[in-house]
């Protein structure tokens, strides 16, 4: 293999990466997913479940990665066979570098195509097409751009675009610029947005719904949810961030910066919450009413309020935004990768990338609607009912995305050499790190790995538990 790769370019300081790792991990999973899973799941005591796992599982794996990434400063491909090259299971940590490119495609392939609804929404709000109306036709509206595949592909190729135009322009002249402007306008947004919600909704019902634990609102199905969307939430198993920690000068601290990462990523999901909550509560409405609460339930919300249409567009002006901050870091280690097989080819590398991905998001797109009776692995019984556009999800977003972040984490802890952790995270060789490592050494392998057996035999385990425990407590 030829270690002589090309050397990227730098973040210009500390605060612009944090503003780009930021960028990436607040998207579609907090302003979309989030509400409506917390929504699922009872409130409170699944939003303090959540935290837990942000702490126990997300931070450790985001200083892992940007530790892994900043080591050798390449790739998450030519990372890690560099680490691991005269490591015993050589093969091994080289799949590991490939899937941590390959998984984002993947991810990036669907993610585009749910971030083309957002752009749509804008251009609907901003057209009136959703003032006025009724219930039913705001419904009627989702579900014909759901069944037209000509209107989907159209905005999954402008999402695509926006990505690739901007990752195309490189770090410096890219990646910054894009989150320099866009991520204060985020947070603006958002700001305001929480406080017309708490103005004109009922606060203290979204208050007590976000806030008030009931524990016996939580299953064992809750656990591996708040697990399964801490990791997508912030990025990890999934290149981004370890291709981000490759751009990052030796000066920075990266326990602060994993801290400040989790920090504002689980922030803005609660603020998401507090912005959407108290109008979906003020109105009577469902707030399980899952991942239509954003495209179906809002509008109808926004239409019968002062202002409702600024404050539509704006509300899908802040998940265009907050989802291509995410897709330009999805589509960036595969970029990363294939510059330093082909130097001084960024734009033209961009463009493949980005075309291969958009291709495969076109199945996706199209699975949806007229191809929604092609099963790719109809063949297995249980993923008969899965198309391409859940596949993609199923295998990146979920099994791959675990999987990756259980293997980095047995890496770093079990195969690396402590010196090397201990100089990149600039850390005394004592408690705080002690901890750390425990973390990703025992902690994070066993409970990720607990997480996904039981993911992929749909239950099994937690089952087998729960059988357990009952027949504990009756005995
Ligand atoms: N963290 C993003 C979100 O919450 O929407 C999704 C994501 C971005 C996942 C980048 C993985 C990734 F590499």
Not at 255 to 272: E, H, I, N, W
Not at 372 to 380: A, E, N, Q, T, W
Not at 455 to 471: I, P, Q, Y
């Amino acid at each position: 293999m030829n270690m002589a790769v090309a050397k990227h370019e730098k973040w210009s300081s500390g605060f612009t990466f944090l503003l780009a790792a930021i960028g990436s991990a607040v998207g579609l999973g907090n302003i979309w997913r989030f509400p409506y899973v917390v929504g699922e799941n009872g409130g409170g005591a699944f939003v303090l479940l959540y935290i837990g796992m942000v702490i126990l599982f997300g931070i450790p794996v985001v200083m892992t990665e940007l530790l892994i990434g900043r080591r050798y400063q390449m790739s998450p491909v030519n990372s890690l066979a560099h680490i691991g090259q005269d490591k015993p299971a050589r093969r091994l940590w080289n799949a590991l570098g490939w899937s941590y490119v390959l998984v984002p495609i993947g991810i990036l392939s669907f993610y585009g195509v749910v971030a083309g609804w957002t752009l749509n929404y804008v251009v609907k709000m901003g057209s009136g097409a959703l003032t006025g109306v009724d219930a039913t036709t705001v419904e009627n509206t989702f579900n014909g751009m759901m069944s037209d595949p000509v209107v989907m592909i159209f905005w999954q190729t402008v999402a695509m675009l926006i990505t690739m135009g901007i990752v195309a322009r490189g770090v410096k002249g890219g990646l910054e610029k894009a989150v320099e402007i866009l991520m204060p306008a985020l947070f603006i947004i958002l700001l305001v947005l929480v406080a017309y919600a708490l103005y004109a909704g009922d606060t203290s019902k979204a208050m007590d719904f976000l806030f008030v634990p009931d524990f016996s609102k939580l299953t064992g199905r809750s656990v591996l949810e708040a697990a399964g969307q801490a990791f997508f939430s912030l990025s990890l198993g999934s290149g981004a961030i370890m291709t981000y920690g490759a751009y990052l000068t030796k000066d920075i601290s990266i326990p602060k910066m994993s801290c400040g990462v989790a920090f504002a990523d689980t922030l803005v999901a609660l603020l998401a919450g507090l912005a959407i909550f108290p109008i979906v509560f003020a109105h009577g409405l469902d707030p399980q009413a899952g991942p239509g609460l954003v495209f179906v339930t809002l509008p109808v919300v926004f239409d019968g309020m002062p202002f409702g249409q600024l404050f539509g567009i704006l509300f899908f002006l802040l998940i265009t935004f907050a989802a291509v901050t995410s897709t330009i870091s999805l589509l960036e280690p595969m970029v990363s990768y294939l510059e330093e097989r082909v130097p001084h080819m960024r734009l033209k590398m961009t463009f493949l990338a980005g075309a291969v991905t958009w291709a495969v998001g076109v199945l996706a797109a199209l699975s949806l609607n007229v191809m929604s009776d092609v099963k790719p692995l109809g063949f297995i019984q249980r993923f008969a009912d899965k198309g391409v556009f859940d596949l993609l999800d199923y295998f990146s977003a979920n099994v791959f995305m675990l999987l990756n972040g259980l293997m980095i984490a047995f890496f770093a802890g079990w195969v690396m050499k402590r010196t090397a952790l201990l100089e990149e995270l600039g850390l005394e060789d004592s408690g705080l790190f002690k901890f750390w490592r425990l973390l990703i050494k025992v902690v994070v392998p066993i409970g990720v790995g607990l997480i996904f057996i039981n993911f992929v035999t749909e239950g099994w385990l937690m089952d087998s538990l729960e059988g357990l425990f009952n027949g504990a407590m009756a005995g």
